[in-house]
């Protein structure tokens, strides 16, 4: 019973970070219709920056928040300068993946070359924890899953609320009526790269302070559980994708107690490959397997 | 200084395999065969477990499935058997009609998923830390080692050519007419009678052995095998050298390969030694490669060779 | 009139397509060694019950009987095999094979692409290539084709391209050949050469259903026409008999 007490904790925390990439992954699917491979050593090197502003001394939050900034910058650079012009050009879907998982794969060496291959972590954590609900959780993961509610709350709040948002939405559901609409639908592809890569460094930041240590595969290995969380909730789907989040978390932390911990990866593959071999649209997705690719 | 050529040759020998075999794959096929290097793992894997001696007998620190005690020949087609029937299963994990990168991103997931649980099982394949102490090919064993090592090129050259021929029956003919009209449309493909899955099922089968063989030979040449040779950017690696020799083209693929595997990745070994970390030299070779990958798909996607306009006899 | 039974029978077929009823309960025969128009307003389903027919989806209710079998649900493959072959609404070419090679490619039955006939190598295959090609470049001969031969199918022009598409048909020997607006996009000239090719080819035995707009095609080639509206057939009969029935005169101005 223990242990299912802790797994349950553990699933929590880590499906708020889970759900924090997975949104962020998800949303520029939906803007896009690219899966952005990238995305995971862009986490890497947010919790690599993180872990420098940190080791200065800067509180751990203002560094996620900062790591967050700088890694949304680099993802708008990236979708505007190389990957736009590659759809533009009528470059087809599978060699657009093939350029991420490439972008993907210098990043990554070149955070080895810089930072070297030794894992990194983020030090001592407090030792307080928290009794809520019968569950046992440490600080760290509480204001994890704080903030990623938090986050949450605000994207929600944007998309339905402001402007922007409708805008957002619009473009995401369809570029050329919005575009009829006198959306200026690439300075809002733009707005929502830069967020969704805002999302991507804090979670990288996240994941860092919930894992012992960590090394440069960091973002490789967890961006299996964010597709996994956001093709299960619907590709394309942010809401989904927290939904997806949750469930990936909670089943992977769940297999690891009960059986081998190493096997806590292979549950989130397990799960993308079932979703994408039954039902590729997910349990709520609207986005079509087929679709071609939107600059 | 022979020594490194003969390594040179194995190397390129067993890449060459490799590329033509995921060339006919996803270059003439159109399969986004992303796992392709777990073809190449079992092909190792399966040569290990047929020539290791029983793992309870051994007295041996490794734990590990077969142990069949094999001799060479047996094992070298054990090894294209298993990358053979491995092909197979992961073609049958992408016959989901899905858009090309959903299927290429399924196909990373599984290769990853492979080195995870071969990692994660100790007891099946050795684990992390792989499995070691081949004995050495039994029918030159009692030569002097280095005529043992030209002889292991002569065999791996041997197989090049073997394999070549094989292949371009594959990519030629009405065959490779067959596949490259399923790789540009498989829907129309099927409208003209194409059995699509019998189709990609076969090209799955023969390039998996392709890379079966590729893994048996180096595998038996090294001496030894874990998850760390086979991480999921090796494929990337030979996706690269496809691309850049010429998809489709296996001319062009051997070009790619020798530019790639050989130039590249070994060709950073020579640069002088960095003082501020070792091992930096592989990690600028991954970023070299990633690079150019983005380099040519951005300005020469059909590669420096490109796929050869066919010649039909008879016109009027 | 021939008396043989139809080459093909939809019996009440019905396709929920996008959340409509697509096709609701269509039920209309072709007869043999004729051609028959499937015509209709837009949105009546008649693209949609070719693709059925045709394999590209799957029916949700209903039958479909080719040349006396039962073929319901039965993929597009395996329809070809059997003679009931296909042309896409947008001309579909394999771009990365040149215009021959296109052609080529459509001959059913090639030994050449059976695991046992690759690796036999051309001695077993080589004799039956040759005539495959020698009926190509006949079929290039008739439509004017022959200089684009080798040239990649992706750098032809779109009524060229709708020309391959409908020789790749032709290549196959269909018993049955369905079409979906195969005028579309050509010449007044080029049209008439491909309504001559039909009948010709019908004089030859094979049968052909098409989906038209243009009633002057369908006046003049097709010997039967079914009339479609809102996903059921309203009619069947002779185009002239048709023209003068209330009912197919309110669908085209309603439907």
């Known amino acids: 019973m223990q242990l299912l007490i802790e797994a349950i904790g553990f699933g929590i925390a880590s499906g708020a970070v889970i759900a924090l990439g997975a949104v962020g992954f998800s949303v520029q699917f939906g803007m896009s219709n690219i899966l952005n491979i990238t995305y995971g050593s862009l986490m890497t090197l947010g919790a690599y920056l993180g872990l420098v502003l940190i080791d200065r001394g800067v509180n751990a939050w203002i560094a996620l928040a900062a790591a967050g900034v700088v890694i949304g910058v680099v993802s708008v650079g990236f979708h505007r300068w190389l990957l736009a012009p590659l759809v533009r050009r009528g470059t087809r879907a599978f060699a657009v993946v093939i350029v991420t998982v490439s972008a993907g794969v210098v990043l990554q060496y070149v955070i080895v070359a810089f930072a070297g291959p030794d894992a990194k972590s983020y030090g001592e954590q407090s030792g307080q924890t928290f009794h809520l609900a019968g569950l046992i959780l440490t600080a760290s993961q509480v204001a994890i899953i704080v903030l990623t509610t938090a986050l949450m709350l605000a994207l929600h709040l944007l998309l339905t609320r402001s402007t922007l948002g409708r805008a957002m939405r619009a473009t995401a559901s369809n570029r050329i009526l919005a575009q009829s609409c006198g959306i200026n639908t690439d300075r809002i592809s733009d707005v929502a790269w830069l967020l969704s890569g805002v999302l991507c460094g804090a979670a990288g930041v996240a994941l860092a302070i919930t894992t012992v240590s960590f090394d440069f595969s960091l973002g490789p290995v967890f961006l299996i559980p964010m597709i996994a969380a956001a093709v299960l909730g619907g590709i394309g789907q942010p809401y989904g994708a927290m939904l997806g989040g949750m469930v990936v978390g909670m089943a992977s932390e769940l297999a690891a107690a009960f059986s081998n911990p190493a096997y806590r990866e292979v549950v989130a593959f397990a799960i993308l490959i079932l979703m994408l071999l039954i039902r590729p649209t997910g349990l709520f997705g609207t986005a079509s397997a087929t679709r071609r690719l939107t600059a | 200084m022979e020594y490194y050529a003969i390594v040179l040759l194995v190397y390129l020998g067993t890449d060459l395999l490799a590329a033509w075999g995921l060339n006919l794959e996803f270059g003439v096929a159109g399969v986004a065969n992303l796992a392709f290097i777990v073809t190449i793992a079992a092909g190792a894997y399966a040569y290990v477990v047929f020539t290791l001696p029983s793992p309870a007998a051994g007295g041996s620190f490794q734990q590990y499935v077969g142990g069949l005690s094999l001799p060479f020949p047996v094992a070298l087609a054990g090894g294209v058997l298993a990358g053979a029937v491995v092909g197979v299963l992961i073609g049958i994990t992408g016959l989901k009609r899905l858009r090309q990168d959903y299927q290429a991103v399924a196909m990373l997931v599984v290769s990853l998923m492979a080195a995870t649980i071969v990692t994660a099982d100790t007891g099946f394949l050795g684990g992390n830390a792989g499995l070691v102490l081949l004995p050495n090919f039994a029918p030159f064993s009692d030569q002097d080692p280095e005529i043992q090592r030209w002889l292991f090129v002569a065999i791996v050259a041997v197989c090049c050519v073997g394999g070549y021929l094989v292949l371009r029956r594959f990519t030629n003919g009405p065959i490779g007419r067959a596949l490259r009209a399923m790789r540009d449309d498989e829907n129309a493909a099927a409208a003209i009678g194409k059995d699509i899955v019998a189709m990609r099922l076969m090209v799955q089968a023969v390039g998996g052995g392709f890379g079966g063989l590729s893994g048996a030979l180096l595998v038996a040449f090294i001496g030894g095998w874990s998850p760390g040779a086979w991480a999921y950017v090796e494929t990337l690696a030979l996706l690269t050298a496809v691309i850049v020799g010429g998809m489709g083209n296996n001319r062009g693929v051997t070009l790619g390969t020798f530019l790639i595997a050989i130039v590249l990745l070994q060709g950073v070994q020579f640069l002088p030694q960095m003082a501020f970390r070792i091992g930096l030299r592989e990690d600028l070779g991954w970023i070299v490669l990633g690079v150019v990958t983005i380099a040519f798909i951005w300005l020469r996607p059909q590669g420096m060779l490109p796929e050869r306009r066919p010649k039909y006899g008879g016109s009027s | ?255």
């Open chain 3, 1 to 255: 009139m021939s008396q043989a039974s139809p080459i093909l029978e939809v019996r009440e077929l019905v396709k929920h397509y996008g959340g409509v009823r697509a096709v609701d309960g269509a039920t209309f025969t072709a007869a043999r060694g004729a051609i028959t128009g499937l015509i209709g307003p837009n949105g009546a389903g008649k693209s949609t019950a070719l693709n059925v027919i045709g394999g590209f989806l799957s029916p949700d209710g209903g039958r479909v009987i080719f040349d006396g079998e039962d073929v319901t649900g039965w993929p597009m493959h395996r329809l070809a095999r059997r003679g009931l072959v296909r042309t896409f609404q947008l001309a579909r070419v394999f771009g990365g094979l040149t215009t021959l090679e296109n052609l080529l490619v459509a001959a059913p039955g090639q030994r050449g692409e059976t695991l046992w006939g690759v690796l036999a190598g051309k001695r077993y295959w080589g004799r039956q290539e040759g005539q495959v090609l020698l009926q190509a470049r006949e079929m290039l001969r008739a439509f004017g084709m022959e200089a684009k031969a080798d040239e990649y199918a992706r750098n032809l022009s779109g009524g060229q391209k709708r020309a391959v598409e409908t020789m790749r048909a032709l290549m196959m020997r269909p018993k049955l050949l369905l079409l979906d607006e195969p005028m579309a996009g050509l010449s007044p000239s080029l049209s008439r050469q491909l309504e001559d090719l039909f009948l010709k080819l019908t004089g030859e035995g094979m049968s052909l259903l098409l989906v038209e707009h243009g009633l002057d095609t369908v006046d003049r080639i097709c010997s039967n026409v079914v009339v479609m509206a809102q996903g059921k057939v309203l009619s069947e009969g002779r185009m002239t008999e048709l023209r003068s029935r209330k009912e197919v005169q309110d669908a085209y101005v309603i439907g």
